[in-house]
């Protein structure tokens, strides 16, 4: 059956020849890049940060009208604490200021917002705001937008053991399957693509349990600089792929 596109970007990826009805369920989005989109004009990181920020307000409207179910982006790594007092309280207040602004809009667009990583750890005023946005949103039946703060893969499995082991799982019943349940939000399906920007071919903690058969799609492109051409390209890119988890094709 031939897909009938719905809108704009609907129409470009049909175009692009994207089958419709194969899309990603989850896309992952390592969001990298926004330093050196800056340094590179001679600006300040944290100007790059703003950039990154309007980016991901068109990725997610456009990873909705496309018919994605999940997007999930690392916009704080459980790492990033390393970097400087400034740029670091630059990043909590970036992120504080856009869930409280974006809240209204995400209703409108029927977005669920959601956080995964260790949140009670971050400045309490953004805490408060992103419970307020998960809040307001949980009603609404559209794309789940998770954003992953204070993030690190290696802490969310450590903390999915912990969990197991206060909860008085026997050893026995510790597998593969309880792990996954164990995680920050086990209502997330598995990655089927992970995106990164800014050319870096590594994975820097993200998703680390969930990604292990996740399609992978790299642009030098930086995160400022992304938009619904890449992403359509990442589509296309994922759809030539034969997805074999370990079996034959
Ligand atoms: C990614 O951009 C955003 C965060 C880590 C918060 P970077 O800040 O890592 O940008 P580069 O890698 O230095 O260019
Ligand atoms: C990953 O980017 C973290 C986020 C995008 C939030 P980094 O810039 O922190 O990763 P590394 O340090 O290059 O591995
Ligand atoms: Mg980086």
Request: hydrophobic share 40%; glycine share 8%.
């Amino acid at each position: 059956m031939a897909s009938i596109a719905q809108n704009d970007i609907q129409q470009r990826a049909l175009q692009a020849g994207i089958d419709l009805e194969q899309l990603p369920r989850h896309i992952a989005i390592i969001m990298d890049g926004n330093g050196r989109f800056a340094t590179g004009q001679g600006l300040k990181r944290l100007w790059g940060h703003t950039q990154g920020y309007m980016t991901l307000r068109d990725v997610l409207l456009d990873s909705a009208k496309l018919g994605i179910e999940y997007l999930t982006v690392y916009a704080f790594s459980a790492e990033n604490w390393r970097r400087p007092e400034d740029e670091v309280k630059g990043l909590m207040k970036l992120i504080e200021e856009a869930a409280r602004r974006e809240t209204k809009g995400l209703i409108e667009n029927n977005v669920r917002a959601n956080t995964i990583g260790r949140i009670d750890e971050v400045p309490e005023s953004l805490q408060n705001a992103l419970s307020e946005m998960k809040a307001k949103t949980s009603g609404n039946t559209g794309i789940v937008f998770t954003l992953a703060i204070n993030y690190g893969g290696r802490a969310e499995i450590t903390d999915a053991v912990r969990k197991l082991v206060e909860s008085g799982t026997p050893s026995d019943q510790i597998n593969e399957e309880a792990i996954s349940r164990a995680m920050y939000d086990p209502s997330l399906p598995e990655p089927d693509l992970m995106i990164r920007t800014a050319g870096e071919l590594r994975w820097s903690n993200f998703l680390i349990w969930q990604a292990a058969y996740s399609e992978l799609f790299v642009t030098d492109v930086t995160w400022p600089e992304f938009g619904a051409d890449q992403l359509i390209e990442a589509v296309v890119q994922y759809q030539k792929r034969t997805r074999k988890f370990g079996g034959l094709a």
